[in-house]
Nanobody
Framework: QVQLVESGGGLVQAGGSLRLSCAAS????????LGWFRQAPGKEREFVAG????????YYADSVKGRFTVSRDNGRNTVYLQMNSLKPDDTAVYSC??????????????????WGQGTQVTVSS
């Protein structure tokens, strides 16, 4: 079992920044891949970013490439999503997810066995 708890969401003006955190407990954190997804009202959940178990490889949706950075601290059992140059279109509930089996298909939500509850990010224009 893996428990994931996100934090760091909030209200920010367009052009601003936020850093989301996702703290994990349960299975050994350093051996599984992680992803960030978001879901806006009335829209399907979409992939945002992924990071492999070591942190060496990262993956991004085209819509956030160059603005968002995913990282992890295996000593703190935490994954981060640094979000810069935020836009109103980034408004959504952001969730982290764990790929314990190591499937490695980062952009596919069915890859992930465990999910956090999510944190709201609202970007005002």
């Amino acid at each position: 079992q893996v428990q994931l708890v996100e934090s760091g969401g909030g209200l920010v003006q367009a052009g601003g920044s936020l850093r989301l955190s996702c703290a994990a407990s349960g299975r050994a954190f350093s051996v599984y891949n992680l992803g960030w997804f978001r879901q806006a009202p009335g829209k399907e959940r979409e992939f945002v970013a992924g990071i492999n178990w070591s942190g060496r490889y990262t993956y991004y949706a085209d819509s956030v490439k160059g603005r968002f950075t995913v990282s992890r601290d295996n000593g703190r059992n935490t994954v981060y999503l640094q979000m810069n140059s935020l836009k109103p279109d980034d408004t959504a509930v952001y969730s982290c997810a764990a790929d314990v089996s190591g499937r490695g298909r980062y952009s596919t939500d069915t890859t992930y066995e465990y999910w956090g509850q999510g944190t709201q990010v609202t970007v005002s224009s």
